[in-house]
């Protein structure tokens, strides 16, 4: 779990870091201030080794269909990650976790030249070099962790590819991700196959009874949960106590963003759930219901919660539902501008949601 | 409430709030934003709510005020312990204004160097009226009937001297909205200083 997390050119963050961290985050601000972007900033750092992460993340906000163009004027689909789009900043992103202590990254373009001849694996025995021509791109991740050991893996975009490979490519393999990390962005329309996978993963290890007492919380008349092919899709069905199963989407939208937030954290044991405009389709009465089980559940399964809003209704029930239970384990994030224009937080803890509620500031 | 003025005066609660944004109409300086911070339980966290917000940038001008209550230097020192806190600039006495961009100023009341709240200045306004003998009468009388005073005994002392008039003013908060107030009284004159102050950079 992340303790504190930092973040220098990346996007509209020049040097943004948030000194405390808890299970369960709030982030709010102005539109264009960064919500989004500390969400994608924390993606890819959870991911670690993955240069790839950085072109997911575009997908995210609906820029997956990008044509690569290799002009020296095109632009390319990493510039938006660097802040002002220069990308002769390195990107560095840096948590410190709870027990594995500070890993950072570094992201920055490097040019074909150095990567010209590129040892993809081996020893001193067996080297295989890798030729790149000289109009590729290649974006360079490297992995520090908290012994200061490093690693690097190259994305590579390469017109002219030599040999078998398919551009783009990731060089040399990365390894797993240390953890489960899943971005929940506020727009994109999630495919059914997606949330019956999940599904299907929890019911291998008998955990589906917990989705189901997760979804009862915020709806009491659902009696059971069933997940059946309708019109060649796996729809979720639900037992609301009526002559006949009804598919969660007639149940409402706030069931089904519900369902998603519940299936994510499930299948992120010690890892993260990044969940965009988290109040998204939701009433507001749902809200405190949601926020509970939201926390109960990164409770359960050792997951860590990073939310963006802009409701205040939504963290009222957020500092009211944790305030409830035993543990207070909450924190809002205020992203604002600073004088220079740089962005910066501003962290509120439950003192200061309290104040701020009773007296009337403002804390969006 | 969100304040966008450059000219920010924090008072303590609701009655503060209403009664120095009717005084601030009556001086016409329209330009200075009256928020309220909650109580002095509140004060340094609501301070620093306050110093944390976007709009706050904006701000070249920081006025506090806060009642004496027992003791008008601790109340004193607890505004400037509060401020310190948010990494504002730090008054040495109060109606001294110390820092700039911006530049704070505190007020206590009803002085610097009594006890009370902001009511005790009210009844002072209207110590000639030919009602408040009927107040304090009022109170003797309780006195001698064994009951107890109250501890804000101006607060008690404005109710009960408001209720002679028109309609339901039951405090001074709707004291200053109905116009009973006689902004113009020398009792006032610090306040009314002390908001000029506050107004001009």
């Known amino acids: ?364 | 409430m969100t304040h966008r003025k450059q000219f920010l005066l924090l008072v303590e609660g609701k009655d503060d709030k209403a009664f120095f944004e009717e005084f601030l109409k009556h001086l016409t300086l329209d330009n200075i934003q009256v928020e309220q911070l909650g109580g002095e339980s509140k004060l340094k966290t609501a301070i620093k709510l306050f110093k944390d917000r976007p709009e706050f940038l904006e701000v070249i001008s920081l006025g506090v005020v806060i009642d004496a209550d027992t003791n008008p230097d601790n109340a004193f020192k607890s505004v400037v312990d509060a401020l310190r806190e948010a990494d504002l600039p730090t008054p040495s006495k109060p109606l001294e204004s110390a820092g700039t961009n911006p530049k704070v100023t505190v007020l206590i009341l009803p002085d610097e160097k009594e006890k009370g709240e902001l009511e005790d200045l009210y009844i002072k306004s209207v110590e000639e009226h030919p009602l408040i003998p009927c107040v304090n009468a009022y109170f003797k009388c309780l006195n001698q009937n064994k009951q107890p005073i109250p501890s804000k005994l101006s607060k008690k002392k404005v109710q009960v001297f408001l209720a002679s008039k028109e309609g339901d003013i039951i405090g001074i908060r709707r004291a200053a909205k109905e116009e009973v107030v006689q902004w113009d009284h020398k009792a006032f004159n610090k306040v009314k200083d002390f908001l000029i102050q506050i107004s001009e950079h």
């Open chain 1, 1 to 364: 779990m992340l303790k504190s997390f930092g973040a220098k050119n990346f996007r509209g963050f020049q040097d943004l870091t948030i000194n405390k961290l808890k299970r369960i985050n709030l982030i709010a601000g102005k539109n264009n201030v960064g919500k989004t972007a500390l969400l994608e900033a924390l993606f890819i750092h959870s991911g670690l080794y993955n240069p790839n992460l950085g072109l997911k993340v575009n997908a995210f906000r609906g820029l997956e269909e990008v044509t690569v163009q290799f002009e020296k004027t095109a632009e390319f689909p990493w510039d938006s990650l660097f802040t002002w789009f220069d990308t002769t900043k390195s990107i560095e992103l840096y948590g410190e976790d709870t027990k594995e202590g500070t890993r950072s990254i570094r992201i920055s373009e490097v040019p074909p030249s150095i990567n010209g001849l590129k040892k993809t694996k081996g020893s001193r025995l067996n080297i295989e070099l890798e030729q790149v021509s000289a109009h590729a791109r290649i974006l360079r991740l490297k992995y520090t962790d908290d012994k200061n050991k490093s690693n690097s893996y190259d994305l590579v975009f390469d017109p002219d590819p030599s040999g078998p490979k398919r551009t783009p490519y990731i060089t040399p393999t990365p390894p797993n991700p240390p953890f489960p990390a899943f971005f929940l962005a506020s727009r994109i329309r999630i495919p059914f196959e997606v949330e019956a996978d999940l599904y299907g993963k929890l019911e291998i290890q008998k955990a589906e009874q917990d989705i189901l007492h997760f979804l009862q919380i915020i709806e009491p008349n659902l009696k059971s949960l069933s997940l059946i092919y309708s019109m060649g899709k796996p729809i979720f069905h639900g037992d609301i106590g009526s002559n006949r199963l009804l598919p969660l989407p007639m149940m409402g939208e706030g069931m089904v963003r519900s369902m998603s937030i519940i299936l994510r954290i499930a299948n992120a044991p010690n890892g993260v759930v990044l969940i965009d405009e988290i109040e998204n389709g939701l009433h507001y009465s749902i809200l405190p219901k949601l926020w509970s089980v939201i926390g109960e559940m990164a409770k359960k399964y050792n997951t860590q919660v990073f939310a963006t809003s802009h409701s205040l209704e939504c963290i009222k029930a957020a500092h009211q539902a944790f305030s409830d239970e035993d543990e207070y384990d909450f924190l809002v994030h205020r992203l604002q501008f600073s004088k220079e224009g740089d962005v910066h937080v501003v962290t509120h803890d439950r003192d200061d949601l309290e104040a701020a509620f009773e007296i009337g500031i403002e804390v969006r």
